[in-house]
């Protein structure tokens, strides 16, 4: 019997890697909560950890673009590799983005427990489309297609992480509804958890769903390995590690986003437009199709 470390190659220690950033994402999550939650748009989140959280989701998604490349061209033994980026990928694009959202946009004791049980229930349906997801990429392993059917998991953490944090920052960007005049309250009715409440927080919920059937869909979606549709996931891949570090780096452990006002607000801009680059992704027209006679 071979030991653990003979089956693994250095693709496999990469997929390891990943996964480490994706659990290190939901420790920041759980630093980002204290003790005052109900009301998260001042002292209740420590911001700069969801930003945290979310680049290491980020850097998990990188890593989990070369290890594929690196499998194929250097690692000879490749018993474990597939098992092994499943449950990375489980972990880092389905697990830790749904909980970073529900953290997010939870406003615990102060939304109504509709708004709540609403968002805990899309967290799921993030997390068991992207088991599906996963399940289905290992059944078609080994696919020369130039499409994915669905939406990729790390395709689709890369769309929830563009949208929250728009979403999150949107009341400074002088751009849509501010925290001040929404007219849509998910809180008690308390005066506070009105002022706490975007009016762009709603929109949260339809797009988990969406991300989550586009998972499961069988919509055809480009590889994005050349050609332009490459060059503007790159762009768009910039644009939102742009948003994270500039983030990061604007926001002190203590500070609350609202108060940080310009010094924060062009990462706001940069998460909108990673979110233009992901919709266009979507909705562009997706590729023929290709049959098994056919494939490359």
Same mark, same amino acid.
């Given at each position: 019997? @071979?030991?653990?470390?003979?089956?693994? +190659?250095?693709?496999?220690?990469?997929?390891?890697?990943?996964? /480490?950033?994706?659990?290190?994402?939901?420790?920041?999550?759980?630093?980002?909560?204290?003790?005052?939650?109900?009301?998260?748009?001042?002292?209740?989140?420590?911001?700069?950890?969801?930003?945290?959280?979310?680049?290491?989701?980020?850097?998990?998604?990188?890593?989990?673009?070369?290890?594929?490349? =690196?499998?194929?061209?250097?690692?000879?033994?490749?018993?474990?590799?597939?098992?092994?980026? !499943?449950?990375?990928?489980?972990?880092?694009?389905?697990?830790?983005?749904?909980?970073?959202?529900?953290?997010?946009?939870?406003?615990?004791?102060?939304?109504?427990? &509709?708004?709540?049980?609403?968002?805990?229930?899309?967290?799921?349906?993030?997390?068991?489309? +992207?088991?599906?997801?996963?399940?289905?990429?290992?059944?078609?392993?080994?696919?020369?297609?130039?499409?994915?059917?669905?939406?990729?998991?790390?395709?689709?953490?890369? !769309?929830?992480?563009?949208?929250?944090?728009?979403?999150?920052?949107?009341?400074?960007l002088d751009f849509g509804p501010n925290l001040k005049d929404a007219e849509i309250c998910v809180g008690e009715g308390v005066d506070y958890a009105c002022h706490a409440t975007p009016? &762009?927080? &709603?929109?949260?919920?339809?797009? /988990?769903?969406?991300?989550?059937?586009? /998972?499961?869909?069988?919509?055809?979606?480009?590889?994005?390995?050349?050609?332009?549709? /490459? @060059?503007?996931?790159? !762009?768009?891949?910039?644009?939102?590690?742009?948003? !994270?570090?500039?983030?990061?780096?604007?926001?002190?452990?203590?500070?609350?986003?609202?108060?940080?006002?310009?010094? =924060?607000?062009?990462?706001?801009?940069?998460?909108?437009?990673?979110?233009?680059?992901?919709?266009?992704?979507?909705?562009?027209?997706?590729p023929p199709a290709v049959s098994k006679g056919e494939e490359a």
């Amino acid at each position: 019997m @071979k030991s653990t470390f003979k089956l693994t +190659g250095l693709a496999d220690y990469i997929t390891l890697t990943n996964a /480490m950033f994706g659990t290190m994402s939901i420790f920041f999550l759980i630093l980002a909560v204290d003790d005052t939650l109900s009301n998260p748009y001042s002292e209740g989140l420590a911001t700069k950890y969801i930003w945290a959280s979310m680049l290491c989701i980020f850097i998990s998604a990188v890593g989990d673009i070369i290890d594929g490349p =690196i499998a194929r061209r250097y690692s000879k033994r490749k018993l474990l590799g597939g098992s092994l980026d !499943i449950m990375s990928d489980c972990l880092s694009f389905c697990v830790a983005p749904a909980l970073m959202i529900f953290i997010m946009f939870g406003r615990w004791g102060e939304a109504t427990p &509709l708004w709540t049980l609403s968002l805990g229930i899309l967290g799921f349906w993030i997390i068991s489309t +992207g088991m599906l997801r996963l399940a289905r990429f290992q059944y078609e392993d080994g696919s020369d297609l130039p499409y994915f059917h669905g939406l990729s998991s790390p395709g689709n953490a890369m !769309i929830l992480m563009s949208t929250a944090g728009f979403i999150w920052l949107q009341p400074l960007l002088d751009f849509g509804p501010n925290l001040k005049d929404a007219e849509i309250c998910v809180g008690e009715g308390v005066d506070y958890a009105c002022h706490a409440t975007p009016g &762009l927080d &709603l929109l949260i919920l339809p797009i /988990m769903f969406i991300s989550g059937a586009l /998972m499961i869909s069988d919509r055809r979606l480009s590889k994005l390995k050349h050609g332009f549709d /490459m @060059k503007l996931s790159i !762009i768009q891949m910039i644009c939102l590690l742009v948003a !994270i570090v500039w983030a990061l780096i604007r926001t002190g452990v203590s500070d609350v986003s609202l108060e940080l006002g310009g010094d =924060i607000a062009p990462a706001g801009w940069f998460f909108f437009a990673s979110c233009l680059f992901a919709i266009y992704y979507v909705v562009k027209p997706q590729p023929p199709a290709v049959s098994k006679g056919e494939e490359a």
